[in-house]
């Protein structure tokens, strides 16, 4: 088991519904990381921004932009996350990959569609939540809206870093940064958030605000709003366990269980 884990957010300035020049680009923010690594965070579609031209920059369950995560990963010998449009069947996902070093992957679709933004009538909802086990972390990955819904995301002693990839408009930043803070306090737990910047082709500003907070609701890393930025980052496991000793609250936890 690993007890620490460094984690790299890269925040960036996406560009709209390119494929090609966002793997370019973020193929250049990676390799700016110049020291060992054992995780590093994508924001939400960062292959297109949060485009609804699903049917014309979707890729397959084993497409390019899965082939560049595989490949990131092995090279650099780190797990990666990013989600990307995915057509599976018949029916188009928001859909996140996990990436180990060897290339394997583990995958979590979007559960809460933004309804605001029209993503339920483009993409199909997920069904299932995904702990990912790695280097003796237990890691649940989430998806931008899904942060607005504590009950999806509750803790049920069953991970130790929960993580948020994002598209959040400039406009509500503060209720990005708040509710980050209150999942790690909630939940006892680290949460990493990455978020985009620049204006997408919707005139959408986005603010960044990516940041790494631990179980005290504490910053432990912060990207500066709206700059492009590779910032890592170490937690321990150690100090979370130390943490959740001197302070049970989980054992007062209510029980409950999600109708679908």
């Known amino acids: 088991m690993k007890k620490k884990l460094t984690i790299s957010t890269v925040q960036a300035d996406l560009i709209w519904e390119n494929i090609n020049s966002n793997l370019i680009r973020f193929e250049a923010l990676i390799n700016s990381i110049d020291q060992p690594t054992d995780i590093i965070i994508l924001p939400e579609m960062f292959t297109t921004g949060f485009t609804m031209k699903q049917q014309e920059y979707a890729e397959s369950t084993e497409g390019k932009t899965l082939e560049w995560l595989k490949k990131t990963a092995i090279d650099r010998n780190t797990a990666i996350i990013g989600s990307f449009i995915c057509k599976d069947k018949e029916q188009f996902y928001n859909r996140l990959y996990f990436v180990h070093p060897d290339g394997q992957y583990e995958t979590y679709d979007k559960r809460h569609l933004f309804r605001m933004g029209e993503e339920h009538l483009h993409y199909g909802q997920g069904e299932k939540r995904v702990i990912v086990e790695y280097k003796g972390w237990r890691i649940c990955p989430l998806i931008c809206y899904d942060l607005r819904f504590p009950v999806w995301s ?33 939940n006892q737990c680290y949460v990493a958030g990455v978020n985009r910047v620049g204006k997408d082709g919707m005139g959408l500003k986005y603010s960044g605000d990516s940041r790494v907070i631990d179980a005290r609701g504490e910053t432990v890393s912060q990207s500066r709003m709206s700059e492009e930025s590779v910032i890592s980052v170490e937690i321990s496991l150690d100090e979370l366990m130390d943490f959740r000793d001197i302070f049970p609250v989980f054992k007062d936890a209510d029980k409950f269980s999600i109708e679908f």
């Open 154 to 186: 509750r803790n049920k002693d069953d991970y130790d870093l929960l993580l948020y990839i994002a598209n959040w408009p400039e406009s509500r930043r503060d209720v990005w940064k708040t509710l980050l803070a209150a999942r790690a306090i909630e």
